[in-house]
């Protein structure tokens, strides 16, 4: 196991490091340095406010997979519509991850019997992924087990001044804790959810997206990583 004789260990957060039992071992020789994620362009006036009876937009960013929660997320838009709030889903990324294909069926079938709004955009080249964050009132990150360590998405959206929800797991909650833009949820619960999204979708979040690049400083995350492999 290479991290056994490695001479550092770099985690993109102390809490999940903590968290993990696997990891108690390097405690020694472990550094923490959030992940580099580059500058991007942001809504100049964040979210608007005020939408209640309005069409809320929300996105998804990764695969379609059991782990990430995507079902929770369908069941939350249902319980939103039953209120009579009109919302969108744009879904970016891929429906073919390995092993994950009676689980894709499976949400195919949900989105089939709810009659939702929901557009499957397939995976999106990193490139044009500030114009998928720029059509969105918010991210949703629904995960719900420690597959998911972090979910960098989340601090791109965050950068394009849109607010997140991220599940309360460890290291997924981070970004949410560091720069109070967005809220976190317990996984796997839809009411909680659907909550979240009405009250965080009208957010104006200018204040938070300028914390949110200090925070998430791109060059001070490459400078960090020089030093661990420069340093004696």
């Known amino acids: 196991m ?72 369908i069941k939350a838009m249902e319980i939103l519509v039953k209120k009579g709030q009109k919302i969108k889903l744009l879904v970016a ?37 500030t114009d998928f964050y ?9 995960s719900i087990n420690r597959t998911e360590a972090f979910g960098m998405v989340q601090v791109e959206a965050m950068k394009c001044g849109v607010p997140v929800i991220a599940s309360d797991l460890p290291g997924v909650r981070i970004p949410v804790r560091l720069t109070h833009n967005g809220e976190i949820v317990p996984p796997g619960d839809p009411e909680a959810l659907a909550r979240t999204i009405g009250n965080t979708a009208g957010r104006i979040v200018r204040e938070e997206t300028d ?15 020089r030093k661990i492999f420069t340093d004696p």
């Open 2 to 73: 290479v991290i056994w004789i490695a001479d550092s260990v770099v985690y993109y957060t102390k809490d999940y490091a903590e968290n993990t039992s696997a990891l108690w071992h390097f405690s020694e020789k472990s550094g923490y340095i959030l992940p580099p994620i580059p500058e991007v362009r942001s809504k100049e006036y964040g979210v608007r406010n005020g939408k209640e009876n309005k069409e809320i937009i929300i996105g998804f960013a990764g695969r379609i997979a059991e782990d990430k929660g995507f079902e929770y997320l």
């Open 93 to 129: 990324g891929p429906r073919d991850a390995v092993g994950e294909k009676s689980y894709v069926k499976k949400i195919d079938n949900l989105v089939s019997s709810a009659r939702l709004d929901i557009k499957f955009m397939r995976a999106i080249h990193p490139d044009k992924m």
């Open 211 to 225: 914390l949110v690049k200090k925070t998430f400083s791109y060059a001070y995350s490459i400078q960090s990583y």
């Open 134 to 142: 720029l059509q969105i009132d918010c991210l949703v990150l629904p």
